[in-house]
């Protein structure tokens, strides 16, 4: 196809008479000899008057109602529909030009048709009726005049071109408009969240103090008892209190997880190397990571975060441990692959990602509520990952989550990166040799 035909307006002209389609051409096509009468024109009067070819036109032929419809859906199919049809009312034998109209609308429904006849078979009335009232249909009344026929063909195509583009713009403001509402609705879903895990916090941090004070009185006596109990070797007793002081050791690390969930002030920040404290988090899961788990770094070079270094490295060993955790039965190459990245948006990115048994979707939203967990009794607070959440939202930064049930979960934290201009702030060089 070439680069003319790309470009040219496609009319289709709808006649059981061949010589109609002769005429049309005659009148829509650029007429031969127009170099020579400008040239004529130029020597005699000096610059000629610009000629508006009609060749921007491209016209095929139907000579039947069937044709015409089958024409106008491949033309639909191929990305290249016709702007506008003359059609003939009158096309025996099969459909009728009013036919051959609907139907062609039924595959471009901008399609600027032109009804032309020699005879009054339909009255305005009968064709408003059945093809309604709309702007897209003309009636011309053969013979025609062909300055007529050109001004409708430049006028009508122009006037598709336009309704096409208000259609594409229209469709791009509705998907703007969807985009911009997910993107609220996923914004008012964080902000709800947030004051939720706010108010949690609060009512936590209450709980902790009324249960810290006895709990200490408790853990206090059930040490001594045991240590009364060793001297008189009442090992039946003795057993007994140590179950009692595992059990309150429990709740003693509970409340300190509450603690520190609870804590709302702003914690200190610094410049962070990231790699560094990802790698630290590493070494302190060594024990997590069993020998048959197979862990993969790929770590790029990556600017300094503004952040809390412990906080920080107790977010990434959290994680690492969870992964570990998930792998528990995966054969046959359980794997932990950590990825350090800096993403378009200037964020670092760290992603720990498992190929253990992933999270169900009913799971996924409640992942970080306080005291939620999917673990068996005795085997989590259900605050850890809350506990994420908390320090990496009050570094600046966001955590988020891919799972699905058998495919392993991704856990990205993402990091503003560190500005030069932040006061008292050391860079990672500063603290070194500090």
Request: aromatic content about 6%; proline content about 5%; hydrophobic content about 40%.
């Amino acid at each position: 196809m070439s680069a003319h035909e790309k470009e040219a307006r496609r009319i289709l002209v709808v006649d059981d008479n061949p010589a109609i389609h002769q005429d049309f051409r005659k009148i829509l096509t650029t007429p031969e000899g127009f170099g020579e009468l400008d040239e004529m024109e130029s020597v005699l009067f000096g610059e000629p008057q610009a000629w508006s070819s009609p060749t921007t036109f491209q016209l095929d032929s139907a000579a039947t109602g069937e044709e015409a419809v089958r024409r106008g859906a491949e033309a639909v199919r191929e990305g290249r529909p016709y702007a506008q049809a003359f059609v003939d009312i009158r096309m025996p034998p099969g459909i009728d030009g009013v036919e051959t109209t609907l139907r062609l609308w039924r595959e471009e429904p901008d399609l600027q048709v032109v009804l032309c006849s020699a005879y009054s078979d339909y009255s305005w009335e009968d064709l408003a009726r059945k093809l309604g009232t709309c702007e897209r249909l003309l009636i011309l009344r053969k013979p025609f005049d062909n300055i007529e026929v050109r001004q409708m063909a430049h006028s009508l195509c122009e006037k598709w071109e336009l309704l096409r583009a208000s259609r594409q713009r229209q469709e791009d403001l509705e998907r703007a408009v969807a985009e911009r509402t997910r993107e609220l609705e996923a914004a008012n879903a964080r902000l709800m969240h947030a004051q939720k895990l706010e108010a949690l916090g609060r009512m936590s941090a209450g709980l902790a103090h009324e249960v810290n004070n006895p709990l200490a009185y408790v853990l206090s006596n059930l040490r001594h008892i045991e240590m009364r109990l060793e001297k008189q070797g009442e090992t039946d007793l003795q057993d007994a209190c140590r179950d009692a002081i595992f059990g309150a050791e429990r709740i003693e690390r509970i409340v300190q997880d509450v603690r520190i969930f609870a804590r709302m002030e702003e914690p200190s920040r610094e410049w962070v190397d990231v790699r560094q404290v990802v790698e630290g988090s590493i070494s302190l899961a060594s024990e997590a990571l069993r020998s048959g788990i197979r862990l993969v770094r790929d770590f790029q070079e990556v600017p300094p975060v503004w952040g809390s270094e412990h906080g920080l490295g107790q977010v990434f060993l959290n994680l690492l441990v969870n992964a570990a955790q998930a792998l528990a039965g995966v054969t046959p190459e359980p794997c932990i692959h950590v990825a350090i990245r800096q993403r378009a948006d200037g964020q670092v990115g760290v992603v720990v990602r498992d190929n253990g048994c992933g999270i169900s979707p009913e799971h996924m939203s409640r992942l970080f509520e306080p005291f939620f967990t999917t673990k068996p009794v005795g085997k989590g607070t259900g605050l850890g990952l809350s506990i994420c959440h908390g320090i990496v939202t009050r570094n600046g930064g966001d955590i988020t989550v891919d799972s699905a049930p058998g495919r392993g979960t991704a856990f990205e934290v993402l990091l503003p990166t560190a500005s030069p201009a932040a006061e008292g702030a050391d860079t990672p060089e500063r603290k070194l040799s500090a």
